[in-house]
């Protein structure tokens, strides 16, 4: 059995590589791909059905999807739109959650209010890889891409709790609105909470006892499980501490990691999270034909996608009307909020109820819905309410997904007015940085600057670039420096690196400058150690 099933995950995740590369000759994002793939590989004559199980995804795609999300993300863009952000990741999901519920009363026979708010819980929160799979490389401003990933790193949280409270109405028959909104306060805050204090343990254990370069690539891979676990056990929204504590750990990177753990540690997760965003993705076209076929005969399939087509009309105009409302009557009534986004434009606005594309936690979220109720009672309409998700998911990822970079190309987003481009922001990074070197050479190696060949030739090199360069790898060759030369210019050359590295780190508080752009000189810093360190 334990032989069966390990092959069956090679096979899924040869699959899911070969199918993304497949996806790029076509020049399709690889989310849309996988999922379409998935959907023909499952109807497939005698293709192994696969059993989604929703405490898997939960337990073991989520909290690592999560944390990656929440260490790339800056916290200086998500404090400076904390309040578009809470409309969208919080607000958004109520108000989608109430507009489904009361519509499928309405149109949909059988559902009840509960159901209602339950089916809303799940369809709510939109899936952030899949935008930004889809958004990459095409030219949309910073602020766009900012309130996307701020909304993904809560959205889930709100939407979860909202499917709780559902589904414990649905199995009791009892539901207070004032209780209800007390506990989503509590459950958040607790996991927030515990998401700090576990990642306060694990920003000690980096900090302070012998780590190594393996030995904290590792300790980041335990971290977000050890943060959703905890926070789960004492009841509180394990989501929230996940994004809570990575967001801190993140903050911190530059003192708890040294240059060769950032190195290793990035590409680790970067190979990680690629293979656990393609299995979810090709799991979610897998998924359909069992929903499919548990479907039955009280619901004809024409008149279910029928109903998740409805679904998904009402969730993208609610998206809508949402977002350019509370967008124009914040910046009405409230001048800072007006100057902080006067970048926006309706361009971009379009764009953010465009990438509004769920994803595998709407997914998991309605396959986690219990079969019965009790021995004797079935859940009313549990497979209606898994395939109008499954629909849903794929009206928002496919065609939004497909049409989405046509959208940005017709409405040709306009530059922001108040902001330095990148290459701007990335050419003044390095003169400051160039500049703090000088100086530091200039006030305490001015005498290794005069007599060690090697730091004359540095000095020329920050001041004129390429061809003193080619003059120190001649002194090399011709064997006219000796170790101790060689040995103080590494430590020169390290301590400098160090203050650029601190100047990064102040400059992380500097709006003029994207995290984007610094964390790039960053990179290129710990680069230039790896070089002097492996020697």
Known sequence: MLHDNLILILILLLGVTLLVMVGQKLKISYPIFLVLAGLIIGFIPGTPHIKIDPNIVFLLFLPPLLYEAAWFTSWKDFWEYKGAIFLMAVGLVFITSVAVAYASVAFIPGFTLALGFLLGGII???????????????????????????????????????????LVSVLTGTFVIQDAAVDFVSVAGCGILIGVAVGGIFYAIHRWLPT?????????????????????????????????????????????????????????????TFMLNGVVFILIGLALPDIVGDLGPDYPILKAIGYGVGI??????????????????????????????????????????????????????????????????????????????FVVI??????????????????????????????????????RL???????????????????????????????????????????????????????????????????????????SNKNYDDDIIRKEEWRLDLEELSITSI
């Open 212 to 272: 190594t370069e393996n030995i904290d690539t590792v300790l980041t891979l335990l971290t977000p499980y050890f943060m959703y676990i905890v926070a789960e056990h004492f009841e509180a929204s394990g989501v929230m501490a996940v994004v809570s504590g990575g967001l801190l750990l993140s903050s911190q990177s530059h003192v708890i990691l040294t240059s060769n753990s950032r190195i290793k540690t990035v590409s680790v997760w970067s190979a990680l």
């Open 312 to 389: 998904s009309i009402l969730a993208f105009l609610v998206r809508f009307v949402w977002l350019f409302s509370t967008a124009r009557i914040t910046s009405f009534f409230n001048k800072k909020t007006r100057l902080r986004y006067q970048d926006m434009t309706w361009h971009s606005s379009v764009v953010i109820v465009y990438a509004g594309m769920r994803g595998v936690v709407s997914l998991a979220a309605a396959l986690s819905i219990p079969v019965m109720i009790s021995e004797q009672v079935h859940f009313p309409l549990r497979n209606l309410i898994l395939f109008i998700t």
């Open 434 to 508: 160039i500049d703090l070197s000088l100086d530091k050479l200039k006030t305490d190696y001015q005498h290794q600057c005069t007599h060690n060949e090697l730091m004359v030739n540095l000095k020329a090199e920050l001041q004129h670039s390429l061809m003193e360069k080619k003059d120190t790898l001649k002194a090399f060759k011709n064997g006219e420096i000796d170790k101790g030369e060689l040995k103080a210019y590494h430590e020169i050359m390290l301590n400098l690196i160090h203050i650029q590295r601190d100047e990064l780190h102040h400059l992380k």
């Open 394 to 431: 794929f009206v928002t990822l496919v065609i939004q997904g497909f049409t989405l970079p046509l959208v940005i190309k017709l409405l040709k987003i306009p530059e922001p007015k108040h902001k330095l481009s990148e290459q701007e922001q990335a050419n003044q990074i390095k003169l």
């Open 124 to 166: 709510s929160p939109p899936d952030a890889v899949a935008a930004a799979a889809v958004l990459k490389g095409m030219k949309v401003p910073k602020m766009v891409s900012s309130l996307l990933e701020g909304e993904s790193l809560v959205n889930d949280a709100s939407s979860l709790i909202v499917f709780k409270f559902a």
